[in-house]
């Protein structure tokens, strides 16, 4: 789920078809008059009435169903560049990030999280213009519905799924960054809810709502990417996890299944809950989706801490996160750096497992940094503002 700024751009209205010419379209052909110095007729009046008559008919319909087919709806989606926040800075007078209950240090510079508009259904309509205008331009990706929304998908789930996301990558990102900081918190992965996927394979029959889930294939689970981790490598197979139910540890065994993206899952949706020392307060209206939480969690880093962490610099950047910091990979890369690109920002972090995807899609003027975790966001973020060479040179880039 990529982040979606709402409401989604709002599609253009097709162009409109002119109506047939009354001097062009009456005008007859040379063949319909009679051939000069033949003595020969073209047929008789009443017929070449009827002819004319015809061919504007014939015409009509064409041009109706030229109209027809531009205003249809499409079955693809448009993904564009949205706009960017600084998650250091403010927004309709507020900050975006406060935090009570420890000391805070005054920011510079920008460590601005990025968004993408997806235009088409459910939650809009893409009309074949659309379409060709996105075609020719190169900030613009073009995608079947059904790779994003599967079928049947309203508007309401749209919207309900992004803010869901969104409320569980603010936690997320909050742990990632009090992790960083040495802050000791506590945290607990629960089962809060199954799929449908899930009564398929008989993990509901195993795994129960309000399962606590502390280990997978006998390694502690710190987060969601750790589990996400196991599921992968069992490629199908049951994985084995350790799950604290009614105050007691036990073992279970969860079937595994590959969905027609490729991908394995469980059919269980888990959600961290944590119990933090200080009051993080994240506010941002009308943004969804997980991929802001690597931006949070720098944003929140550099609040808590002395001096400026960009060194007034012009930081743009996306990516989910774990609890353990853990960046993961999003959607609609190439569009978030043409935006942050666009709004000024001269360095840009993107997840590493999208780095293959800005191959040659990177505009000139704006570094692209590849990074795995939250420490190494915040690395090579200082490392630019400290001027330090050597660790750049040793960071890896995109594009």
């Not at 996400?228 to 799950?243: I, K, S, Y």
């Not at 995807?357 to 190494?376: A, C, K, N, T, W």
């Amino acid at each position: 789920m990529t982040d979606q700024h709402q409401p989604p751009r709002a599609a253009q209205p097709a162009p409109s078809v002119p109506e047939p010419d009354p001097e062009q379209t009456s005008a007859a052909p040379s063949s319909d008059h009679p051939a000069a110095g033949t003595g020969t007729s073209a047929g008789p009046p009443r017929r070449r009435r009827l002819r004319r008559g015809v061919q504007l008919v014939a015409g009509a319909s064409a041009l109706l169903l030229g109209a027809a087919s531009l205003s249809a709806p499409s079955a693809f989606l448009i993904e564009s560049p949205g706009p960017t926040f600084n998650t250091i800075g403010e927004t309709d007078g507020h900050p975006i990030i406060t935090v009570d209950g420890a000391e805070t240090y005054e920011t510079d510079g920008n460590l601005d999280l990025t968004t993408v508009y997806v235009n088409g259904q459910p939650t809009s309509v893409v009309r074949v213009p659309d379409m060709i205008r996105g075609w020719f331009d190169p900030s613009v990706d073009i995608e079947p519905h059904e790779l994003v929304y599967p079928s049947g998908t309203s508007a309401e789930e749209v919207e309900q799924q992004n803010a869901q996301a969104m409320t569980s990558s603010q936690d997320q990102a909050v742990a990632a960054a009090l992790d960083e900081l040495g802050i000791e918190h506590s945290q607990r992965l629960e089962v809060v809810e199954f799929t449908d996927g899930a009564e398929e394979s008989g993990a509901d029959d195993v795994l129960r709502i309000g399962d606590q889930v502390v280990a997978a294939a006998g390694e502690p689970v710190a987060g969601v990417q750790g589990l996400r981790d196991a599921v992968t490598e069992a490629a199908g197979q049951p994985v084995g996890l350790d799950v604290i139910r009614d105050g007691e540890r036990q073992e279970v065994e969860v079937p595994t299944y590959e969905e027609s993206d490729g991908q394995h899952y469980m059919g269980v949706l888990l959600q961290g809950r944590f119990d933090f020392p200080v009051d993080v307060d994240i506010r941002l209206d009308d943004v969804g989706g997980p991929s802001a939480g690597m931006m949070f969690s720098l944003g929140v880093i550099d609040t808590l801490t002395e001096g400026s962490m960009t060194a007034g610099e012009h930081w743009a950047g996306t990516g989910t996160v774990d609890a353990d910091g853990t960046v993961g990979p999003i959607g609609g890369i190439a569009q978030k750096v043409r935006g942050a690109e666009a709004e000024g920002a001269d360095h840009f972090l993107a997840p590493a497992g999208n780095c293959a995807g800005l191959e040659g899609r990177v505009p000139s003027g704006i570094d692209v940094y590849s990074v795995e975790d939250v420490h190494q966001g915040r690395s090579i973020v200082q490392a630019v503002g400290d001027g330090d060479e050597a660790a750049l040179d040793a960071a890896e880039t995109c594009g």
